[in-house]
T-cell receptor, first 116, second 117 residues
């Protein structure tokens, strides 16, 4: 099946620094990728929709200047958490949809961010 | 807006027991419905799906039937195994979503299933 890979899987950073998380579709092209955030014991929360070659669409309440998303190619989307603070500590997951698929998503392994 | 409600866990069962995890949804139109599973240390995986009313999705012994009249998509398995221990997420996709953009999935909060030998 299709594989989506995230990197890094775990990152610790100091408050005020920026962290970049990559999401790659390894064996297929994805015109659309999604970024989610998972809080403990809660559902995944959709943060933004990333479309190749265009600006990301952010969900209400998500700061686009803080969570920068770039979808530069059909196999790579990046999420940059700028000026991270401890409240940004969370599990971030990306997913990708196959071109011309019927709605099936493929998920990355997730990236756990801890901001000290 | 769309929403998904699933039973809270953890759900603890003995091996070979019958499993039901309830899931109900709120959406306009006819969404597609999914069950995703997250095994320890792994990412989410699609378990099964149904795209229209009365469809039954099935995989690995799990089944769920799309019930429009009760807006439900309950997950069932006749005989669970220890290897089924995981977190299960019910989700729906926006009826207008064709996979080319717009919204992604709306997830339930997840149900942690623990199967004891």
């Amino acid at each position: 099946g299709a594989v989506v890979s995230q990197h890094p899987s775990w990152v610790i950073c100091k408050s005020g620094t920026s962290v970049k998380i990559e999401c790659r579709s390894l064996d297929f092209q994805a015109t659309t990728m999604f970024w989610y955030r998972q809080f403990p014991k809660q559902s995944l929360m959709l943060m933004a929709t990333s479309n190749e070659g265009s600006k990301a669409t952010y969900e209400q309440g998500v700061e686009k200047d803080k969570f920068l998303i770039n979808h530069a190619s059909l196999t790579l989307s990046t999420l940059t958490v700028t000026s991270a603070h401890p409240e940004d500590s969370s599990f971030y997951i990306c997913s990708a949809v196959l071109v011309a698929s019927t709605g099936e998503l493929f998920f990355g392994e997730g990236s756990r961010l801890t901001v000290l | 807006g769309n929403s998904v409600t699933q039973m809270e866990g953890p759900v603890t069962l003995s091996e070979e027991a019958f499993l039901t995890i309830n899931c109900t949804y709120t959406a306009t139109g006819y969404p597609s419905l999914f069950w995703y599973v997250q095994y320890p240390g792994e990412g989410l995986q699609l378990l099964l799906k149904a795209t229209k009313a009365d469809d039954k999705g099935s995989n690995k012994g799990f089944e769920a039937t799309y019930r429009k009249e009760t807006t439900s998509f309950h997950l069932e398995k006749g005989s669970v195994q220890v290897s089924d221990s995981a977190v299960y997420f019910c989700a729906l996709s926006d009826p207008g979503w064709s996979g080319g953009g717009a919204d992604g999935l709306t997830f339930g909060k997840g149900t942690h299933l623990i199967i004891q030998p």
